[in-house]
């Protein structure tokens, strides 16, 4: 076995990525705090063609150094936009018909592995921020919990490995 180079894996370029169709996911950040995490889901973003990614409250925006460090240039094919009001956002989505999803928590979660996603619907997954999750708000405007199962000690997962769980099992079901 031989490691591929990066001529023959045989990617896209960023125009014909952007013309192509995308899943009908849209990742929003809830005051995501780190720079890292943001460009980690932007990366991850575009590997799943993710429609676009949402960057509330006090979440940092590109060409923020920490972000374009993880992106790696996700963020010049990724559509993306800012909300200082995430809530009003969320609320646009939902009378477009986007089913919210937070991840989070939550006494009546939804498990990962018990989740049928609708092929034929348009969703938002909500991330919150590193230590306090997806704020109480929020979390209002969501239809629904979304739980990763952990049989660990530990009660949480970084959100940017939370995000690429939960991209790859919308990719999986909605591609």
């Not at 991840?103 to 590193?130: C, I, K, M, Y």
């Amino acid at each position: 076995m031989r490691q591929l180079q990066l001529e023959e894996l045989g990617r896209i370029g960023e125009e014909a990525f952007k013309s192509l169709p995308k899943i009908p996911l849209v990742v929003a950040l809830d005051n995501v705090r780190s720079g890292h995490n943001v460009g980690a889901v932007f990366r991850t973003a575009d590997a799943f063609r993710i429609e676009s990614v949402v960057l509330g409250g006090y979440t940092p925006c590109p060409p923020e150094p920490e972000i374009q460090k993880t992106a790696l240039g996700a963020t010049e094919t990724v559509q993306w936009r800012q909300a200082e009001d995430l809530g009003a956002v969320l609320l646009a989505y939902k009378e477009k018909g986007y089913t919210i999803w937070a991840a989070e928590q939550t006494d009546e979660p939804v498990l990962l592995h018990r989740s049928p996603f609708d092929a034929d619907a348009r969703h938002v997954l909500v991330l919150g921020n590193e230590v306090r999750g997806v704020s109480p708000e929020i979390l209002a405007l969501c239809d629904s919990a979304i739980e990763i199962p952990q049989e660990g000690t530990k009660h949480s997962l970084n959100v940017s490995v939370a995000a690429g769980i939960l991209m790859w099992e919308f990719y999986k079901q909605l591609s």
